[in-house]
C-alpha cells in the first residue's frame, strides 16, 4: 500500500526520479504520456485524501470565492504544455489555483440559490462511471446503463410516491434521467406539441401557446424560445401565495381560446425557485379536464425531493400530480444528495417522447431497437449520447436507503424552522412569504419603522442585501416578489447543523442593524428622515 498519510498534503510524490509519467523520462519511443497503474492508485489515493481533507475542513473555508474576474487567466500561461507535465504539479495546481475561484456549494453556511447536495457515495458513482466511460445512446451499446436507470428511475418513482403509470415497469409511462430540469421542461413541450398537432393537424405553429405562471422558472421562457412558441406567464398574487389558482387558468384558457389561439400546455411548479410557491394543482387539474389536450408539465425541481416524506405529500400536490400530470420533474442533484447533474423526469406516456424525438439513421439501428424490446434512451431526451448517471443515483439510494433520504429532508427542514423561528421572533424582519419545507423569505422590516413604504423598504434591503454579499463567510441570495425586493435562505447541504443556523441568525441580526443605521444616514443627508 502507497503511504497515503494523514494529510493528502504529505503524500511522498509519487513520480519517482525515472518515474514513467513524463514523455522525456518514460523511454517509450513514441514519446506518448504513459500512465503507469502504480502511478495512477498513487495519484487517485491522493486525490481521494485530499478530497477528504477538503470535506473536513469547509467549515473553516469562506463559502464565496473573494477573486476578481479574469483572475484565472493571469496566473495560468497562454496555451497548453507541449511536452506532458508531471501529475503531481497539476494536482497540486488544482489546490492553488482553482480551490479559491470555487464558491463552496457543501459549505454548512451556504444558503443560496438551492442546495446542491453531494455525497461520498455519489462521487464514487461518478467515478467509476467515468473510468468505463461510455455514450450509452441505445441499449445494445451498454446494456447496463439503461437498464440501471430505467430500474433506478421507477425506484426514485417509488420513493416519492408517484402513481405506477409512471414506472418503466408499465411499458407505457416511464422515467428518464435529463441533465437539468430545463431540458426536462424543454423535452415535455416538444412531446406536448406532437400530441397537440397529432390531434389538431390543421392548427398552424403560430397560434400555439405555452402557459406558465409570472414565477415559473426561466425554462418555461427558455423553451417557448428555443421552440419558437408563444409563452404567456398568468398572473399570480401575494395573497395566493404565489401560487397559480384554476381561475386563473381558466380565464385565461377561455381568453385565448376566444382570440384563437391554442394552448397546449402549462408548466405548473412545485416549489417555485422564489418563495417555494406550490401552484393549487388540485383545482388546476378540475380545468385541465375540460381541455384535455393541454399537457400538464410539473417542475417541482427543488422541492420534489421533499415528496420521499409521506408527511410533505399533500402540501406539495402529490394526490392531483398521480391523478393527472402528464409529466414530473425533480432534480435529485439540488436536494436530492445526488450531485450535479440528475434530473428525474416521468411521463404518463413515452411515445409522445418517442415518437417526437426518434431519428434513426442506419448507423443506429439495432436488432433490439427494431424489435422495440429494450429502451432507446436517445430517443427521451434532445441530445444522442448520455452520460452514466444511473450509477452514483444506484449508489446512494443503497446506501442512504429510503430512510437517509427522509432524514436528511426532515433534517434540513428542521433547520429552515429554527431559522425561521428566529425571524419570527425579530422585531427587525418579517417574511416576505409563509416558510415552506427548507425556504424563508424575508426582509429588513424594523416594527419600529411601520410607516415606510414598498419602496423605501426595498432601497433598505438592498443596502442590507449588499452587506450580506460582500461577507464572505455566509452566502444568500436576493429576489423579487411582486415588486418586493426580499432575501431567500435555503437550507440543504449535509453538513449544516443547528449552531450554524444561530450564527447565520446572529450575522442576519448584524447586518441588519448596521444596514439600517446607513439607510438612516443616507437619508439625513437628502433631508429625508432625521435620525432620531
Ligand atoms: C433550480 C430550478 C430550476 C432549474 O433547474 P436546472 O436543473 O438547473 O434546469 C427549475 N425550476 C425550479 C423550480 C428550480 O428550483
Given at each position: 500500500m502507497p503511504d497515503r498519510g494523514a494529510s493528502g498534503a504529505n503524500l511522498a510524490h509519487p513520480l519517482s526520479e525515472d518515474g514513467p509519467w513524463t514523455a522525456a523520462s518514460n523511454g517509450c519511443p513514441c514519446e506518448f504520456l504513459f500512465v503507469d497503474l502504480m502511478d495512477i492508485e498513487q495519484a487517485g489515493y491522493q486525490a481521494i485524501d485530499r478530497i477528504c481533507d477538503y470535506y473536513i475542513s469547509l467549515r473553516d473555508m469562506p463559502v464565496t470565492s473573494q477573486v476578481e474576474p479574469g483572475y484565472l487567466r493571469k496566473l495560468l500561461p497562454a496555451s497548453a504544455p507541449t511536452v506532458g507535465e508531471d501529475f503531481q504539479v497539476i494536482a497540486d495546481d488544482y489546490q492553488k489555483y482553482i480551490i479559491p475561484g470555487l464558491t463552496h456549494w457543501q459549505h454548512p453556511s451556504f444558503f443560496a440559490y438551492f442546495p446542491a447536495a453531494c455525497t461520498f457515495e455519489s462521487i464514487l458513482g461518478e467515478l467509476y462511471a467515468s473510468s468505463t466511460t461510455n455514450p450509452g445512446f441505445n441499449w445494445s451499446v451498454s446494456p447496463a446503463c439503461t437498464e440501471l436507470e430505467a430500474v433506478v428511475m421507477d425506484w426514485t418513482a417509488q420513493i416519492l410516491g408517484l402513481d405506477k403509470s409512471f414506472y418503466n415497469t408499465t411499458e407505457v409511462g416511464g422515467g428518464v434521467l435529463q441533465a437539468t430540469a430545463c431540458d426536462a421542461a424543454l423535452v415535455a413541450t416538444v412531446a406536448a406539441r406532437l400530441r397537440y398537432i397529432r390531434e389538431h393537424p390543421q392548427v398552424p405553429m403560430?397560434?400555439?401557446?405555452?402557459?406558465?405562471?409570472?414565477?415559473?422558472?426561466?425554462?418555461?421562457?427558455?423553451?417557448?424560445?428555443?421552440?419558437?412558441?408563444?409563452?404567456?406567464?398568468?398572473?399570480?398574487?401575494?395573497?395566493?401565495?404565489?401560487?397559480?389558482?384554476?381561475?386563473?387558468?381558466?380565464?385565461?384558457?377561455?381568453?385565448?381560446?376566444?382570440?384563437?389561439?391554442?394552448?397546449?400546455?402549462?408548466?405548473?411548479?412545485?416549489?417555485?425557485?422564489?418563495?417555494?410557491?406550490?401552484?393549487?394543482?388540485?383545482?388546476?387539474t378540475d380545468i385541465v379536464k375540460n381541455y384535455p389536450f393541454l399537457w400538464l408539465h410539473v417542475?417541482?425541481?427543488?422541492?420534489?425531493?421533499?415528496?420521499?416524506?409521506?408527511?410533505?405529500?399533500?402540501?406539495?400536490?402529490?394526490?392531483?400530480?398521480?391523478?393527472?400530470?402528464?409529466?414530473f420533474c425533480t432534480n435529485f442533484h439540488k436536494w436530492g444528495l445526488i450531485?450535479?447533474?440528475?434530473?428525474?423526469?416521468?411521463?404518463?406516456?413515452?411515445?409522445?417522447?418517442?415518437?417526437?424525438?426518434?431519428?434513426?439513421?442506419?448507423?443506429?439501428?439495432?436488432?433490439?431497437?427494431?424489435?422495440?424490446?429494450?429502451?432507446?434512451?436517445?430517443?427521451?431526451?434532445?441530445?444522442?449520447s448520455r452520460r452514466f448517471r444511473s450509477l452514483k443515483f444506484w449508489f446512494v439510494l443503497r446506501s442512504r436507503g429510503t430512510e437517509g433520504f427522509q432524514k436528511h429532508?426532515?433534517?434540513?427542514?428542521?433547520?429552515?424552522?429554527?431559522?425561521?423561528?428566529?425571524?419570527?421572533?425579530?422585531?427587525?424582519?418579517?417574511?416576505?412569504?409563509?416558510?415552506?419545507?427548507?425556504?424563508?423569505?424575508?426582509?429588513?422590516?424594523?416594527?419600529?419603522?411601520?410607516?415606510?413604504?414598498?419602496?423605501?423598504?426595498?432601497?433598505?434591503?438592498?443596502i442590507f442585501h449588499a452587506r450580506l454579499a460582500a461577507r464572505n463567510d455566509i452566502a444568500v441570495t436576493q429576489t423579487e416578489l411582486n415588486g418586493v425586493f426580499c432575501i431567500r435562505m435555503v437550507t440543504g447541504a449535509e453538513r449544516t447543523v443547528a449552531k450554524d443556523i444561530d450564527r447565520a441568525l446572529v450575522v442576519i441580526g448584524e447586518e441588519g442593524k448596521v444596514a439600517l443605521t446607513e439607510w438612516k444616514r443616507m437619508q439625513a443627508e437628502v433631508g429625508l428622515y432625521c435620525l432620531p
Open positions: 403560430e397560434k400555439l401557446i405555452l402557459y406558465t405562471t409570472t414565477q415559473t422558472h426561466s425554462l418555461g421562457k427558455k423553451a417557448g424560445l428555443v421552440l419558437g412558441l408563444k409563452v404567456r406567464a398568468l398572473q399570480v398574487t401575494a395573497e395566493d401565495e404565489f401560487a397559480l389558482r384554476g381561475e386563473t387558468l381558466e380565464v385565461a384558457l377561455k381568453e385565448d381560446v376566444d382570440a384563437g389561439l391554442h394552448p397546449f400546455i402549462l408548466i405548473a411548479t412545485v416549489g417555485t425557485t422564489s418563495s417555494g410557491a406550490v401552484d393549487r394543482l388540485d383545482e388546476i417542475d417541482a425541481a427543488w422541492a420534489g425531493v421533499a415528496l420521499v416524506c409521506p408527511e410533505y405529500r399533500e402540501a406539495c400536490q402529490l394526490p392531483a400530480i398521480n391523478s393527472y400530470t402528464d409529466s450531485h450535479f447533474d440528475g434530473s428525474c423526469f416521468w411521463v404518463r406516456h413515452r411515445t409522445y417522447l418517442t415518437d417526437a424525438l426518434d431519428v434513426t439513421p442506419e448507423y443506429l439501428r439495432s436488432k433490439h431497437g427494431d424489435a422495440g424490446t429494450a429502451i432507446d434512451y436517445r430517443n427521451w431526451n434532445l441530445n444522442l429532508i426532515t433534517d434540513c427542514i428542521k433547520l429552515n424552522d429554527q431559522f425561521a423561528q428566529g425571524i419570527r421572533e425579530s422585531d427587525q424582519f418579517s417574511f416576505v412569504a409563509k416558510p415552506f419545507l427548507a425556504l424563508t423569505v424575508f426582509r429588513l422590516a424594523p416594527k419600529s419603522l411601520s410607516h415606510l413604504t414598498t419602496p423605501e423598504l426595498n432601497a433598505l434591503n438592498r
